[in-house]
């Protein structure tokens, strides 16, 4: 087993009004980097380079483009690892995969958010809810070296929502995933706009 490797810079996370933080990693061969505090990383032993930007969609809508480009002769299998939690959680906060809508949900101090993300039409691949002690260490994997998490559905109070995005990226190309968070009153409020931004061509110009 390949040690999990934990590099303390190149993480995002920002609220950005929706109290909600993003963690980024980038599994590659049983290792994986995380992002801190920044949205450019060079990872030279992988020979990838990883920048994300992010725009507002609307005011409660919180979108993050991830374009990871690979500088290697061969291509590159790689599974985008998508963290997200609270700024300040509470044993009143809860947190749950939705099978039938196929996102997570956040709900906390009455607010109910909606995480989702995709590449190339394909959705989450992997989900799991874990407690925020389990983020960036081996408790969160399965099987490490194959990049499987540890299933769990839900979880109430100091909990991180965890999914992950299959990237198969050739020689010296490029590729775009995209994840976001929307904030609103209701479950079913928030799968209107998920709806909608799915079907929004120009925020996810992809193809079928």
């Not at 040690?3 to 909600?20: A, S």
């Amino acid at each position: 087993m390949k040690t999990l490797i934990n590099i303390q810079e190149g993480m995002l996370e920002e609220t950005l009004g929706l109290h909600l933080q993003m963690v980024l990693g980038i599994w590659v061969n049983g290792n994986t980097y995380w992002l801190y505090n920044q949205n450019e990383k060079i990872i030279t032993r992988e020979q990838i380079t990883v920048n994300i930007k992010q725009e507002f969609v609307q005011s409660k809508v919180r979108l993050s483009h991830i374009h990871v480009t690979n500088h290697d002769e061969i291509e590159k299998e790689i599974k985008l690892l998508l963290i997200h939690r609270y700024a300040q959680a509470s044993k009143d906060h809860f947190t749950f995969i939705s099978p039938s809508e196929q996102v997570i949900f956040h709900l906390a101090n009455k607010k109910v958010f909606l995480v989702n993300g995709h590449f190339e039409g394909n959705y989450i691949q992997q989900a799991t809810i874990q407690p925020f002690w389990t983020m960036n260490t081996e408790k969160m994997w399965n099987c490490p070296d194959k990049g499987i998490l540890k299933y769990q559905p839900m979880a109430k109070g100091l909990a991180v929502s965890m999914f992950t995005l299959d990237l198969a990226i050739p020689s010296h190309a490029t590729k775009k995933a995209s994840t976001w968070t929307i904030q609103g009153e209701s479950k079913n409020e928030l799968a209107k706009v998920n709806d909608a931004l799915l079907k929004n061509t120009l925020a996810f110009p992809f193809k079928k």
